[in-house]
């Protein structure tokens, strides 16, 4: 069956640093895959999609690539927030399965 | 303005007694999930609803029932809650199907369900 991981440990930065998340699969190849911010306590929000046919992707600060060889996708934030502070998912394109999230911590 | 709606937002039950959680979207969308989270867990994808067209994910418990009366409504019945179903249960929209790759999700705030 199709899974996904993520970091279960939180990732703690400072704030302006560069944060790097990533999100590996196994017994599937997505077309495309999601990345999604969580909020405690809240839904899942949409920030970017990527196809596999693209090797970038980018809005703002975030940055999303895609390696099918690999079967990984990594999730950068650059000049990272403390209001970046939150669980960050990945989702796999047309299954809907989620990684269980990273959650990321900005210190002032 | 919020454009997916779960109410309510918290929810105590007992043990056994049947409860419905509801969802309500703004957005038009073809498709609704309902996903079930539990602490540090991954949204595990319950059921969904391509318009009127009923997809149960295999491994829903039968104790797990949906009701989609309209486009914008959509319910979800536990029939008799275990302790097991407490959770954070999220309700989404989407435009279309996977297929397409369009289905960029919606999520609403979630239900928290206790059951004592």
């Known amino acids: 069956s199709q899974k996904i991981e993520q970091n279960s440990e939180a990732l703690n930065i400072q704030e302006g640093k560069t944060a790097t998340l990533t999100c590996n699969y196994t017994n599937y190849s997505p077309a495309y895959l999601q990345w999604y911010r969580q909020d405690p306590g809240r839904g899942p929000v949409f920030l970017l999609l990527i196809r596999e046919n693209e090797k970038e992707k980018r809005k703002e600060r975030l940055k999303v690539t895609f390696d099918t060889t690999l079967k990984q996708s990594l999730f950068h934030i650059t000049a990272s927030q403390p209001a970046d502070s939150a669980t960050y998912l990945c989702?796999?394109?047309?299954?809907?399965?989620f990684g269980k999230g990273t959650m990321l911590l900005v210190s002032p | 303005d919020a454009m997916v709606i779960q109410n309510p937002r918290y929810q105590v039950t007992q043990f056994g007694k049947p409860v419905t959680l509801s969802c309500s979207q703004t957005?038009?969308?073809?498709?609704m999930y309902w996903y079930q989270q539990k602490s540090s867990q991954a949204p595990k994808l319950l059921f969904h609803?391509?318009?009127?067209?009923?997809?149960n994910e295999a491994d829903t418990p039968d104790n797990f029932q949906s009701r989609r009366p309209n486009t914008s409504f959509c319910f979800l019945d536990i029939r008799s809650p275990g302790l097991g179903d407490a959770a954070m249960y999220l309700c989404?929209?989407?435009?279309?199907?996977?297929?397409?790759?369009?289905?960029?999700?919606?999520f609403g705030a979630g239900t928290r369900l206790s059951v004592l």
């Open positions: 957005l038009n969308h073809n498709v």
């Open positions: 989404a929209t989407s435009r279309e199907r996977a297929v397409l790759a369009k289905n960029i999700q919606y």
């Open positions: 989702a796999l394109g047309s299954t809907l399965t």
């Open positions: 609803y391509y318009d009127k067209d009923f997809n």
